[in-house]
């Protein structure tokens, strides 16, 4: 199958990111044209604060563009109720969890709160998908845990099973490998790559995990200061857009190898 | 599988002893407040005395319309002031709020400033009818409606929800200079009247106002329990009650409503009851060891209502004529325990 008869999920077309103040629009990113297709992992990547947050903010409606549209399954954003769009998009955030005396099953199963009833109870299919999201996240294990007693790994793979459980076609993620080891960043991002091709799901994440990121997404969006440009990370290496991340003056890019390196 | 299963249970069940447990305990709590008092009645008479059937008329007057309306407010203080803690420990992700942080005891002590301490201003003739209960009641509910009313209005302008916390403890702070301004130039008569609502009061309803106050309070129960599930998914910070579906906006508007109701005919019919609203949810997380609502808001429910019974109990100095101030009691007996479940735990559950 290729890529192009493959069914879009989200696509944007003259997107305008930034925030709007008292004085004007502070314009962060203009003119971005994606298109995210199903079972596809695509990693988000740029320099720090170049708006690699307020782009997926702006994706996942926690903060509303400036300019242009953003469609899912071809229907813009403000056209969904917030119910409808929690059922087609999940988040996993950076922000800290406020209580952690949940345990991982509760946790979980907080995402299936679209489609539970007025007072929350879980229905025998909710459950078996908070079972399944749980399994697909190898998590089965820690399934009676306390959140509080689980390291930074752990509770990432929490989140990223409770995002499961919510039963979307896409799920992003703001810098899922933050504070984590380079085993554990590995390992989640090896995650989410099988998860897109198990569940056909389409999964965005935003990274400096760059080289890992070429490793494993089928699609890359970078962000410079110029444009924000996507496609697979073979043809982004041939077009040279890396090279264009950071100033040269400290780190250059090898193509053969697909890493920074940094400069003697 | 069967491990998960049979682990799942254990847990199940020891809620539902827990829960077992501590509707026995409010019933026991319940029976054993009726029974104590200043004066001393047997109880074969008090079972008679609640039936309408006891032999001797003042003792069934005395049980009747005096201890089982006390008792009662006990029950609805107890549990209205532990519900409205929750909520806002939860709907502020903050340990330390409680029910009043929105400025509602602060207003309503405005209120009964204004009636008191302002009297005075207003004439001799004017001033003995202004203090009535009725219009300490009345007074002490505008108040809380209105200091709650401007730290809306003004939240609504806001996007933040620890935004509104600080607001509304602000406006505490204007309300308590105002009544220090007010006292400053109010007669030792007055202030002593002022102080004594402070410590707060079980014991002065009729079973009138004891309705009013059950009508009221039951509308503030309801919208507890409906935002249950909105309370759980606010447990994951607002973005992501947000991404899960929940109007954000309205269910915090509701779960301010719930609990400005309870909070504030409380502090209107029974005075500001410190403490109780604090501590009841951190002594039911302690115990439950959970933070899931569907659990935590029956047991606060019952928790609140135990402590409190017992609080009054203990008011009464049994045997003696005296009865201590219940706002001095509750935080005199219930602060020891917090501290204690604290330290046996040796981590705080939140």
Redesign the interface.
Known sequence: MTKSSQHTILKTSNLTIGYQTKKGKSIIADDIHLELKQGELIGLVGANGIGKSTLLRTL???QQPLDGAIKIHDTTLDQY???????T???V?T?????K??SVF??VA??R??Y?N????LSKLDVSEVNKAIELTNITNL??RKCFELSDGQLQKVMIARALA?DTHLIILDEPTTHLDMYHKAYILKLLQRLAKETNKTILFSSHEIDLAIQLCDTMIVMTKETVVSNSPCRLIEQGVFETLFPKDLIGFDKTTGSFRVKK | MTN?NY??KVIKTKHTYSFIILTMLLLLCFVVNISLGSVSIPFSEVIQSILGNSSNDSWQYIIQDYRLPKAFTAILVGSGLGISGLLMQTLF?NPLAGPFVLGISSGASLGVALVILGSGLFGGIFASVLISKWSIVIAASLGSFLVLLAVLLVSSKVRDTMAILIIGLMFGSITAAIVSVLSYFSSAEQLQQYIFWGFGSLGNLSWNELFIFFGIYIIGILLA??S??SL??????E??A??????VKTSRFIIIIATSLLAGTITAFAGPIAFIGLAIPHMT?QIF????H?ILLPAVFLFGAVVMLICDSIAQLPTSDYTLPINAITSLIGAPVVVWLLVRQRKM??
């Open positions: 996942a409606t926690i109720s917030a119910l409808d769009l929690a059922k998009m999940s988040l955030l922000e800290q969890l406020m209580s005396n949940l509760e946790l907080l995402g709160q679209p539970t007025w007072v929350g109870n399934k009676h919510q | 998960e682990s799942k992700r329990i409906f249950i599930k759980n998914t606010f447990l994951l910070g973005n992501y947000k991404s899960l579906g929940l109007d997380r060891n959970t933070s899931n569907q559950v939140f």
